[in-house]
Nanobody
Framework: VQLQAFGGGSVQPGGSLRLSCAAS????????MGWYRQAPGKQRELVAS???????NYADSVKGRFTISGDNAKNTKYLQINSLKPEDTAVYFC?????????????????WGQGTQVTVSS
């Protein structure tokens, strides 16, 4: 299983970005996908997550500005980021809690994608 993240970049304060995370491989089912971020010198923190049923969860610092959504058929999730602030600058990682095929067995695992840099600066 691979997770590929896209969409980072450099924007001015108040700008917007849309991050994408696509899961591929021998996937049986995806339970939850989410986005985390890690700023320099800080711990990785959960930004937003979405369950297979569409239930969402957001960090308080991003509520009202970030929206997570998904296309279950494509195993892809999106993070729309609006009203960006300098403190949103970080490497954003996508994450998936899923069940995949391990030979003839099913296995539940957590996978991480590569990070994508988001820089907010004037």
């Amino acid at each position: 299983v691979q997770l590929q993240a896209f969409g980072g970049g450099s924007v001015q304060p108040g700008g917007s970005l849309r991050l994408s995370c696509a899961a591929s491989g021998s996937i049986f089912s995806i339970h939850t996908m989410g986005w985390y971020r890690q700023a320099p010198g800080k711990q990785r923190e959960l930004v937003a997550s979405i369950s297979s049923r569409g239930s969402t969860n957001y960090a308080d610092s991003v509520k009202g500005r970030f929206t997570i959504s998904g296309d279950n058929a494509k195993n892809t999730k999106y993070l729309q980021i609006n009203s960006l602030k300098p403190e949103d600058t970080a490497v954003y990682f996508c994450n998936a809690d899923l069940t995949d095929y391990a030979g003839t067995y099913l296995r539940r695992q957590v996978y991480w994608g590569q990070g994508t840099q988001v820089t907010v600066s004037s």
